[in-house]
């Protein structure tokens, strides 16, 4: 997938503030909302948008240390 100016622009800004209203992302690339929202989509469908997280301030838990490890594996044996 070839992305343009726009396109960066989505990502940059969805890396840092996932949670933005696509209203929001809209006018901060000064796109309107329509076709913000339809890069949006094609960039998860294809897989450059992957997911949306949150990062949880472990101390605030009462936790000294917090791991999420994903693993994954090309082949499964049983070796």
């Excluded at 929001?24 to 949006?40: G, K, N, Q, T, W």
């Amino acid at each position: 997938m070839e992305l343009d100016n726009y396109d960066v622009q989505i990502l940059n800004i969805l890396q840092n503030e996932g949670r933005i209203s696509n209203q929001d992302l809209a006018d901060r690339i000064r796109l309107s909302a329509s076709p913000c929202l339809r890069r949006v989509r094609a960039l998860e469908e294809a897989g450059v948008i992957t997911a949306y997280r949150a990062f949880i301030d472990a101390k605030k838990l009462g936790l000294s240390l917090m791991a999420l490890i994903h693993i994954s594996m090309d082949q499964h044996t049983q070796e």
